[in-house]
């Protein structure tokens, strides 16, 4: 069975999670990886997830401060496709190792560069670690209110890097897609501020037609405290004291909700509304909101998830650490959990690939041989000019799917030049009913889109004829739905054998939950991250209904919406590695991908076992860091930074800004101790000046200080200068609020920035595209009066 990469040669020139993650997934789907190490090593190479970022690699030992060592890697580039890599520029620069130059002498590679803020603006040289960008973001602010305190809280989910890793894939395998055999290479750029963008979902949509909102306005504010959850998306605590997570979103699945647990009655009194979900006035809503958690904590979490699960059409699960999920029930049996080599368990493939599977290797192996070979072999000299256009340009995506990850997912492969063809049931994809459309508006961009009944003949026969020349299908229906829609992968598969048909949904084939429902809580409840984000600190007592208003506010605020970009991410992984298997085997295949799979990627940190492993290291109990170096402090004024120092040298920056500014140092051996009297050391320190001042005097030296409570991210990407530098938002076209500014692209390709566009009404392109296919105005017109058409 071939590998999906076999062949592609690239180089990890990198540092820690971003480029050993970016890394691992193309060596699991068969391209060689050659990491270069430092001769004094990675100095986060002891993080206990390094040995499986460094499965199936090879290493070679270089010193770059030698010119022996550079030139070595300067062959080593002549025979690679690929060089990765998460270097600071002005280091690479310095060994001339900067894109520019590389590019220069081997202009058949693919330069792929992962910063932290980016490579231009005022930021662009400070150390990029994730809950640095995260609190520079805004990201920390939006945890405000889930502990007894005030202020910002550690964004605890490395979101950033996952986010980042896998835009650096996508990135790298639509280049080399593009490039083929004889074209140049390209630079592929991403930062981990880009990796926040795809966790802002229309919010800063909102923000720009504010007036125009009326009742949604106070749902774009942010409060200090959590509010309630609403009763369809509800944590709770059941009678062992463990706690639950539903996500009945649609009003026939909250029906479910009710009829498995004996509150049914609430259909029939006349204050619920079953559209919304809700009670009116007030105090019968909250009545029933007691009613229902009181319920709940009638029986233990497991004897109401054997209800849930044999019912099928219920979407609730436990809540559980990343450890308790490895051996998750849908887990394992998808895949999505293997062994490693040496004992324990780890992360499986990103994605199943049905026709090229990945088969991930074993632990990191001398590579003297492998990159002898390389230099004995360079690729060939380029004799085509690649074109400076999007990558995907002339890939036609259609799309057939709903509310979040699998359309954000279109979008960005949107972004990166495809043809995205988004079809629409009658009435359009129900997320754009949700929250004035703003999130559909965020999900939507750069598509075209017609809306089509698939029940009935005429309809499938339309999409029938879209799927004959497309390249990709997207859709998120569960098992069996597709097969009674007739876009199944055998209805489809004989009339286009090209096709990559990538299916997402919330469990995966295999195991229990492959029928039930999902949406964004459950992954979040389930694979460890909200609990990661609590510090897995949840009272085991009973509580009363105040406590269980306070925990469950505190919980639906930590289980926000990053499961469905998390997955929206993996899957555009995803169909990037389908079309880079068909450019080498002619023939398109099924790709499965699942929330739970993705979320257990983006939880990379800790989603592994084995014997000596460091546990994950928690936040402290209020939540404000991993170490006395790294966590938020406050200010004089009352506002907050972020500090991170990791190692020596940075110490020793922090002290020298200090000193040359005649400002008290704090103790070399409590800096290094990094303890309780380390923190009371920095308190004070802090409290002197005001959070703005502590980052102009500390981030241009390099030292990762920054502000943590600024704008919140809605505005943070409207007004943010590095943002701006770094062309991270794009003025586009909105249907019917006219001109915005729209979310960018998660990677730039040779530093350009071209021009995109907003989001479609739902059916508005039903003649462009069908016209096509010879479909003409009047005979568009005819099927959408007969209801086979619609059009917004």
């Known amino acids: 069975m071939p590998n999906t990469l076999t062949g592609v040669r690239v180089i990890e020139l990198g540092s820690g ?56 890697l300067n062959e080593l580039c002549a025979g690679a ?13 310095r060994k001339g190792l900067d894109p520019g130059s590389v590019r220069e002498q081997h202009p058949h590679l693919i330069y792929c560069h992962i910063s932290g803020f980016g490579n231009r603006g005022p930021l662009a040289d400070l150390p990029g670690y994730e809950h640095v960008v995260a609190a520079y973001a805004g990201r920390m602010k939006q945890f405000t209110g889930i502990v007894d305190r005030e202020g910002p809280v550690l964004s605890a989910v490395q979101v950033g890097i996952h986010a980042a890793a896998q835009s650096a894939v996508s990135g790298i395998l639509a280049a080399l897609l593009q490039r083929g055999e004889k074209g140049t290479g390209r630079l592929v750029e991403t930062s981990l501020l880009q990796g926040m963008l795809p966790y802002e979902m229309g919010s800063m949509i909102g923000h720009q037609f504010f007036d125009q909102l009326g009742d949604l306005k106070p749902l774009l504010q942010l409060t200090e405290e959590p509010p309630l959850p609403s009763l369809y998306y509800h944590p709770a605590q059941a009678g062992d004291g463990a706690w639950m997570q539903f996500g009945n979103l649609l009003p026939h699945l909250f029906d479910n909700f009710l009829i498995a647990t004996e509150l049914v009655d609430v259909l029939a009194d006349p204050a619920f509304d079953p559209e919304q979900m809700l009670l009116f006035p007030e105090e019968k809503h909250e009545a029933f909101r007691q009613r229902m958690l009181e319920r709940i904590q009638e029986r233990s979490a497991a004897e109401w998830m054997d209800t849930f699960v044999e019912d099928g059409g219920i979407v609730a699960t436990a809540y559980r650490t990343t450890q308790q999920a490895l051996s998750d029930p849908d887990i394992v049996p998808n895949g999505h959990v293997i062994k490693k080599e040496g004992g324990g368990l780890q992360l499986g493939p990103l994605a199943r690939l049905i026709e090229t599977p990945a088969v991930p290797g074993g632990n990191l192996e001398p590579g003297e041989a492998l990159a002898n070979n390389w230099i004995q072999t360079p690729r060939p000299r380029p004799t085509e000019t690649t074109n400076k256009d999007l990558p995907l340009r002339g890939i036609r995506v259609v799309e057939v799917a709903t509310i979040i990850a699998a359309p954000l997912a279109a979008s960005f492969l949107s972004d990166m030049g495809a043809d995205v063809i988004k079809v629409e049931q009658i009435g359009g994809d129900p997320y754009r009913s949700l929250l004035g459309g703003l999130g559909a508006a965020r999900v939507n961009v750069g598509k075209r889109s017609i809306s089509v009944n698939l029940k009935t003949d005429e309809g499938r026969q339309l999409v029938h004829e879209l799927l004959a020349s497309a390249d990709v299908l997207i859709h998120n229906y569960r098992p069996g739905v597709a097969e009674r829609l007739g876009i199944g992968y055998d ?11 990538l299916q997402s949904n919330g469990y995966g084939p295999d195991g ?15 694979m460890g991250g909200v609990m990661y984000q609590m510090g897995e600190r949840l009272p085991e007592d009973l509580q009363s209904f105040e406590g269980l208003r306070r925990w469950t506010s505190r919980l639906m605020r930590a289980n926000e919406l990053n499961p469905d970009p998390n997955t929206a991410l993996v899957i555009t992984t995803a169909i990037l590695l ?3 298997a068909r450019q080498r085997t002619g023939q398109g295949q ?25 546990p994950r290291i928690m936040p402290d109990e209020k939540l404000l860091g991993l170490s006395a170096t790294y966590r938020l402090y406050p200010c004089k004024d009352g506002h907050w930074v972020f500090l991170a120092l990791t190692c020596e040298k940075e110490r020793e920056t922090f002290c020298g800004v200090l000193e040359r500014e005649g400002i008290e140092v704090p103790s070399s051996a409590h800096l290094r101790s990094n303890g309780s009297e380390t923190i009371a050391e920095l308190e004070s320190l802090f409290a002197g000046r005001d959070a703005d001042d502590w980052q102009n005097l500390l981030a241009p030296d390099g030292v990762a200080c920054v502000r943590a409570d600024g704008l919140i991210p809605a505005e943070f990407w409207l007004k943010d200068k590095q943002v701006t530098a770094m062309e991270l938002t794009q003025r586009a076209t909105h249907p019917k609020f006219g001109s915005y500014v729209r979310h960018g692209p998660l990677v730039q390709f040779d530093e350009q920035m071209p021009e995109l566009s907003g989001p479609p009404l739902a059916g508005s392109d039903n003649k462009t595209v069908l016209g096509e296919f010879g479909y003409d105005s009047e005979r568009v017109d005819e099927l959408v009066r007969t209801g086979v058409l619609w059009q917004e």
């Open 81 to 93: 496709d690929v060089l990765l890599s998460n270097l600071r520029l002005s280091a690479l620069e």
């Open 590 to 614: 099924r790709i499965l991908v699942d929330m739970f799979g993705a979320n257990a990627y983006a939880n990379a940190d800790d989603f592994l076992s084995y014997p000596g492993k460091a």
């Open 491 to 501: 209805q489809i598969h004989d009339q286009n054998p090209g096709l990559i048909y």
């Open 512 to 526: 229990p939950g492959a029928l039930r429902p999902s949406t964004h809580p459950i992954p979040g409840a389930a």
């Open 17 to 72: 999670p971003v480029t050993g993650i970016a890394g691992m997934v193309l060596a699991d789907f068969g391209a060689e990886v050659l990491r270069i190490e430092d001769p004094a090593g990675d100095r986060l190479g002891d993080l206990p997830a390094a040995p499986m970022w460094q499965r199936g690699k090879k290493r070679v030992v270089l010193d770059l401060q030698l010119e022996a060592d550079r030139q070595k």
């Open 578 to 580: 389908g079309l880079s």
